[in-house]
């Protein structure tokens, strides 16, 4: 399984998407594109991005009954995604039924991988919102657990809860991990980060990066840097 930097995308239009990525004219790095670029610019985003060369994680995050969400899948998967995700949140059947929307008729569909809780979310929240009384690594491990049952390829989370996730739903268990940044920058809105080297000590498969590549002054050398300090 290749491991791999993907840039989140996280652009309000096709426009200033497309004038980033012409930074990148021989290397073409794996993209993320998450609901703001969707929803303004349609599938059709989708279509051009892999015309041009890249790979692309479609970060929609499906949540609903499982029928709803199969027929969804079944759209992004003519779309050509090559992952895209959903929350474990929504049960094993959703699950379940996400993997039946995905596969193509030759057998062949995008990786699905799973939020487990947003990162957004704190025990607090959990325990007075949610009503969820059960420690918050405890509830994480448990829905990444059930998304590894119900047959999916991965979660999305912390750099820092790569090595329990693999340890839980073992090795071949995809971690997607954003949080990512240089030990000298800017942490932004982030609370637990940890940089490209760190997170591949820890076993992280891919790391999402966004501004610490698309703010940068160069982003073709902080993209490489990324690729240098995960990869080599
Ligand atoms: O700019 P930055 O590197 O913080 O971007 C991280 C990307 O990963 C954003 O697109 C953000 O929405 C996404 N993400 C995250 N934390 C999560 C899930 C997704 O930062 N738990």
Redesign the pocket.
Known sequence: MAKDVII?C?FKNAADTYAFLDNFTEEKPFV?I?MELFYAEGPQIVKEIKRRGHKIFL?LKLCDIPNTVEKAMRVLSSLDADIVNLHAFGSKAMMEAAIRGLTRPDGTRPLLIA?TI??STDQDTLRNEMLIEKPLPETVMSYALNAKNAGLDGV?C?PLEAAKVHETCGEGFLTVT???RFPEGEK?D?KRVMSPKDAKEAGSDYI?????I?AASDPKAAYERCVREFLQ
């Open positions: 989140a996280d993320k998450g970060d939020v947003l990162t999305v912390s954003p949080g990512i932004g982030q999402v990066v966004g501004r610490p698309t």
